[in-house]
T-cell receptor
């Protein structure tokens, strides 16, 4: 009964490959996020969707493309992987707008290593 | 100035000590504030929200100072299990979905 689940948990792949990370939340939340945590442990927002609509798109290379088929799912596809993409990618969700001070719930993270 | 700034530490304290962390934020229109805890190789988890009047949850006390644009976390009677990284989280601007995380303050409680 995991609230926010993401797969795979570990992914090792070669430069130039294309990979996807899937995320699902069963909390009934309207908003989902992708965060990247690099080797310096800095957690930075990449994308946010609200009811399948993209609402935040930070300065992220075009090689990263999120897709939200429904409000419970937010997948991340990465094309032409580079060494610098190695990081932990966290999926997260929250009920609705930040105005309500809603808590963000995180998945367990996907450890991506590009070799 | 960074949007959210924290002292990375580590703070090494003995069991039973009281320790305090501060976090400064740059956007005066920010509305929501939180402290998250992240254990090694785990996801961040909410420790507590921070309310304007300050709030307490057991050994943990959070304060907000809007005038100086900082929030604080006080941990009393530190336990070994409190060892973790504490992340300050601020919503960036008013009415946005953008939660900005600080780089975290690492705490080590020593036996």
């Amino acid at each position: 009964d995991t609230a926010v689940s993401q797969t795979p948990k570990y992914l090792v792949t070669q430069m130039g490959n294309d990979k996807s990370i899937k995320c699902e939340q069963n909390l009934g939340h309207d908003t989902m996020y992708w965060y990247k945590q690099d080797s310096k442990k800095f957690l930075k927002i990449m994308f946010s969707y609200n009811n399948k609509e993209l609402i935040i798109n930070e300065t992220v290379p075009n090689r990263f493309s999120p897709k939200s088929p429904d409000k419970a799912h937010l997948n991340l596809h990465i094309n032409s992987l580079e060494l610098g993409d190695s990081a932990v990618y966290f999926c997260a969700s929250s009920q609705d707008r930040v105005l309500s001070g809603n808590t963000i719930y995180f998945g367990e993270g996907s450890w991506l290593t590009v070799v | 100035r960074k949007e959210v700034e924290q002292d990375p530490g580590p703070f090494n304290v003995p069991e039973g000590a009281t320790v305090a962390f501060n976090c400064t934020y740059s956007n005066s229109a920010s509305q929501s504030f939180f402290w998250y805890r992240q254990d090694c190789r785990k996801e961040p988890k909410l420790l507590m929200s921070v309310y304007s009047s300050g709030n307490e949850d057991g050994r943990f006390t959070a304060q907000l100072n809007r005038a100086s644009q900082y929030i604080s976390l006080l941990i009393r009677d530190s336990k070994l299990s409190d060892s973790a990284t504490y992340l300050c989280v601020v919503n960036f601007g008013s009415g946005t979905y953008k939660y900005i995380f600080g780089t975290g303050t690492r705490l080590k409680v020593l036996a």
